[in-house]
């Protein structure tokens, strides 16, 4: 058993010598016949060892658990470092299950513990049998690739990186290392409980799998790590497309994804990239996602219409519009946004963090987008900055009358979310003067000579702007 270990970490490419390592220990056979190795090994491979260990109190047996581990330490000359974890605490407090509880204040104190020591690795003791487990279960209930890559052998983890060496051999084999070295260890009466998903599989299906085939842990391997090199891949792919397609607004909250460009790439890196938009959307606040709600998004792409609005959970909206597709927040408050200004000159910040420059001047035309320059004596004070209104009109050159700023928007294939947002510079009569970065509005030529022109500078907000 000790060969098939040492044959997985020198594929892996993990040595030891120098390093620091922290084996993680319930009592259970797995971890006892982990440590037990690992105690052999430091003396031919130069490493220094330590253990942990935690109780949960979820079971009366867990503080006889940890005296256990501690006696074995204690035996075995290894440092041991013990804690206890109030599990059914952050269950309430957060929401989750029992196993999901354990396991987040568990890695939290992974992360403490390996800062402390500066610890090199981490060692878990999942084996092969574990590992056949979690494919089966990933089986059920996953419908993607990502779902189904199995229990990585190492990855990053806080000072150093995760390893499970035990992935190597079965359940059986660490049992009768456990049998022929004469080892002691706890079992957890938990593990019978066929109501837990994962005891089911252990006790009733992988039996009958290996039955077919005695060697199925290797096999399973074999192919989680074949899942794993493939999946990463095609997420380093992804990433890069992602950078290269998605537009996206840190103070927003926003993406942008131009739908020809995107149908350019296969339907796996269509999937990935979908994917990687959501979690930079959604952060650290994931909600659960059906398969549909994918298939929902690869079909937008394929099909050719406008203005299709999607509710995703959390208030997201997934939009087409014009060949794009737009990924947004709903806002709490859908309430127009107003402001007048009696007098001249002035600086007005507006909700998203850009500001309107108002100032008199002597030129009388700009060119620049993002300035209007208009008549002072034709104006009637206070002069609005607003969001639309119901029946918004304006006047422009080479328009015959007056258009709605609902059929502008339109014509200029301006996104729904935008217009909502587009600002309206006004006089005190309602008659539009801009339509901030799209239309400059006319008004009646004065009669006499104007000496005295109002100037509006519209100055957008930079990214981080509204954050500081």
Known sequence: MEQKLIELLEKHDIVFDGKKIMVAVSGGPDSVALLHIFSKWRKSLDFTLLAITFDHQLRTEAKEDVAFVTKLC?????????????VRHFEEKYKVSTQVAARTLRYEKFKKVMLKHD????????????????MVMSFMRTTNLSGITGIPFRRTFSTGEIIRPLLAV???????????????????????????TRNYVRQLIVPKLKEKNHNLHVTIQQLAETLQEDEQYLQREAKRLFEQLVQYSKNEKSATIHIAELM?????????IYRLTLDYLY??????????????FLSLLKQNTENKVLHFPNDLIVETSYGK????????????????????????????????????????????????????????????????????RMRYKGLQGSKKIKDIFIDEKIPRKQRDETYIVADRKDQILW?????????????????EYILFQYLKAKEGDVDA
């Open 170 to 196: 079965s359940k059986a084999e660490i049992e009768y290392y456990l049998e022929r070295n004469q080892l002691s260890y706890r079992i957890d009466p938990s593990n019978e409980d066929i109501s837990y």
């Open 435 to 451: 339509l901030v970065g799209i239309r400059k509005g006319i008004i009646n030529e004065p009669t006499q000579q104007v000496d």
């Open 325 to 392: 597709i737009l990924f947004y927040f709903k806002k709490e408050t859908n309430l127009p946004f107003a402001i007048s200004v009696p007098h001249i000159p002035a600086t007005i910040p507006l909700p998203d963090g850009s500001v309107m420059e108002i100032s008199y001047t002597k030129e009388r035309e700009s060119k620049r987008e993002h300035e209007y320059i208009c008549p002072a004596s034709q104006l009637e004070f206070p002069l609005q900055i607003r969001t639309r209104k119901p029946g918004d």
């Open 119 to 134: 610890i090199d690795y981490l060692v878990l003791g999942h084996h092969g049998d574990d590992q056949i487990e979690t």
């Open 74 to 86: 204690k035996e075995w000359n290894i440092p041991l470092e013990t804690d206890t974890l109030d």
């Open 283 to 296: 952060e650290t606040k994931i909600p659960q996602l059906s398969y549909s709600h994918e298939q929902i």
């Open 264 to 272: 350019t790439y296969p339907v796996p890196l269509q999937r990935r």
